[in-house]
């Protein structure tokens, strides 16, 4: 209920507005004078417990527990945690990281973290602690079960963007909304350059495995692929159809077997709706394909299997989401009703023909995803964490060359079998 | 000098604050303190000559002669001058044209006339005189040439294009400019409704000729059509690729035989690089479909040819000014020199690829505003002009059918040639 009413002001911490970072020590003082947290927490002030936790790559995140219940403070530090005071990274991440928490919250209810509280000046957010959740990224590698994961995270990909799009929007609001997100061109600029352009040429922060070597060469050769990259780039800068996650991959989901939550959106801006939808498919992909180090040969099959299921129900439940809100909540400047249902004509022309852009987009948004996973700064735990280099190179090879070949034939890839098709055809068995 | 000083400010009148309607007999007391007008005009304010012109749909616009010089003072006023004040429109449209034309001016220097002074708070743009020039639509139905008239467009929608996007400038400064017209959603909306989606249903303001009943029938029928009109409108809306005119009509050029500069562009927003372009297509394919009724048999043919060469050559401009531009001026954040020039891979792949996707996007926006101008509210003079109301039909149907040609076809109409006979195979010959 309050998170409701946070949800339309900006809550101004009564304390100093200087920004400073949070201590273990110094959090209970700094905040035990909010309401919302101590009814959350219960108990007194000075004896919550407080733990850092991290959050990996980029801010401050403290668990703070009381005698009642528990809760996460999450606040951004003025760099990159990840590399330290030599890149800097503005404040108001946080901002953006809270605007689209809480749109997202109202787009598909239930699917990220309750906000408690926001303070602009501190860059700080507290959110409900998700209890006994997982990384689904870890959850992967360690091959256990996470029920309707699939289904659930193409309703909140559908979900959020259609809702955010003006095909439900009022325009203006869309157009107010973009404004707000165009301001987050720092996080932006990382996508930009990290993701889209740096796994193409030799870039400073770049760092790959010399196994995979030849076929880095063979992708920087390939001005096709390139181009294709560039051109993906162009729509991700300026196509600014509906509010994304901005870094939907499986270290910004959290799960218990039947829960499942999506975290981390301070990357939020405004983009192409395959965005989303396409880092999820590649972090998917990249767990199946890095699955041959992290199980044994009785296992492999089948939770491989399983993780082709995911996708599937992933993007059945995407396409499934997306018809029924385009034909139930299809409100806003495009496609009204007026040229088409008024006349007595059928919608799902175009809408096969926005699916099939939406599709096409992801299936480039996910070979550069695959790319940059292993070839520049950031990479992840499914490939770093296989101690085989020469199998860690086998699946890395893979990986790319899946990655390259999404990129540069998305226009026929039909469908996701298709998609599987293309994925399980260099496939290295282990 | 004076104009490249103001472009980096505002200029707040002295006077009172409050807008409030230009008179002709109240200008020269509320004007007169200008120093940049004194000097332009030269003589006593007293003695100024003040004549209101209008400019047909939206504004006030009076010249204003001294004994030196004259100048033009443009006023927005709180509704469309075409309409009345039922049809309430912001003030501040004369701040998005006054942002534009400085935008203009740097971006293809002597394209636009020179802003003098601008007023935020009168919405008012005080800007060169063009004396002797005449509007290019009544130029085309009079039957008269201009020098130089498609390369000089070509060049302008080439460099606005380019130089205002994320090939030429650096990112932030064009999500900041995005963020300025993202505000012009007033104007953004009349386009949004009248253009793209009021001739393909029985909107309230639209009006047409009896005579083409039955080809809006078989429009109206079409939901391939429709479907295409509206991913257009979706670019539209949503790819904030570069700062647009807008509302690049023949009316929004003003020529003498040797002369060409571009007015009018206070429906600037970010858009799509083909936007521009296919606007100004479609009006020069209207001038030339509405020949027939404008020139006698001897001299048609040679006139209509001529159009067609001022079309060759803009097109061909277009293209040539695009090409150098990507070689010499490509700095922005899309297809960086790292991925190709500093590899020693040509660029020219990627360049092509975006130049046809430029050129598809101009056919279907062309198609589209070749429909609205029969069948919206705002119809052009090259046919209502018309007297002889069954010549007028069937140009309107050839128009008609020649628009929803290019929007469904647009795949497949690879250059200008393709272009022209597309449009010529429906000929009236009057």
Same mark, same amino acid.
């Given at each position: ?312 129900? /992933?993007?059945? $439940?995407? =396409?499934?989401? %997306? ?7 299809? *409100? #806003?400047? +495009? ?39 292993? /070839?520049?700064? $950031?990479? =992840?735990?499914? %490939? ?7 199998? *860690? #190179?086998? +699946? ?35």
């Amino acid at each position: 209920m309050l998170s409701l009413v946070l949800q339309r002001k900006f809550v101004i911490m009564e304390g100093p507005q200087t920004y400073e970072p949070l201590t273990p020590e110094g959090l209970a003082s700094r905040l035990g004078g909010l309401e919302v947290l101590r009814k959350c927490l219960g108990g007194v002030a000075d004896q919550w417990q407080v733990e850092e936790i991290g959050d990996g790559n980029l801010n401050l995140v403290f668990l703070v527990r009381g005698t009642k219940g528990a809760a996460i403070v999450k606040q951004a530090l003025p760099y990159i945690r990840l590399v330290g005071d030599s890149w800097p990274l503005p404040l108001n991440r946080a901002f953006f990281e809270y605007h689209a928490l809480i749109r997202q919250a109202e787009r598909d209810p239930g699917s990220v973290p309750e906000v408690l509280y926001f303070d602009e000046n501190q860059a700080m957010i507290v959110m409900e602690f998700l209890d006994d959740h997982a990384i689904l990224r870890s959850i992967l590698i360690a091959g256990a079960h996470v029920n309707n994961l699939g289904t659930r995270l193409g309703q909140f990909i559908a979900r959020t963007a259609f809702r955010g799009s003006d095909l439900a929007l009022p325009i203006v609001e869309r157009k107010s909304d973009t404004k707000l997100f165009l301001d987050n061109h720092a996080l932006c600029n990382i996508t930009e350059s990290l993701v889209f352009t740096d796994p193409y040429h030799d870039a400073e922060l770049n760092h790959h495995n010399p196994a995979v070597d030849g076929v880095v060469t063979d992708l920087r050769q390939n001005i096709k692929l390139k181009a294709e990259a560039q051109a993906l780039l162009t729509k991700f800068v300026a196509h600014s159809e509906t509010m994304l996650h901005g870094d939907l991959h499986t270290g910004s989901v959290m799960c218990t077997e039947d829960s499942i939550r999506v975290i981390d959106p301070e990357f939020a801006t405004y983009g192409p709706m395959g965005f989303d939808l396409g880092m999820m498919l590649a972090n998917l992909i990249m767990a199946y394909i890095s699955q041959p180090a992290h199980r044994n040969s009785k296992d492999l099959a089948s939770y491989q299997d399983w993780i082709l299921d995911v996708i599937k129900d /992933l993007v059945s $439940a995407f =396409n499934e989401e %997306f018809s029924v809100l385009w034909l139930s909540e299809r *409100r #806003g400047v +495009l496609f009204p009703h007026s040229l088409f249902e008024d006349q007595q004509h059928d919608s799902s022309l175009p809408l096969q023909a926005k699916q099939r852009e939406i599709w096409e987009d992801a299936l480039g948004f996910c070979g550069i995803e695959m790319h940059r996973r292993i /070839l520049t700064l $950031a990479h =992840n735990a499914d %490939f770093e964490s296989i101690e085989d280099a020469t199998l *860690r #190179g086998e +699946l890395e090879a893979q990986n790319l060359k899946v990655g390259a070949r999404l990129i540069i034939e998305r226009q026929s890839i039909e469908d996701v079998d298709a998609f599987l098709a293309a994925i399980q055809i260099t496939k290295v068995t282990g």
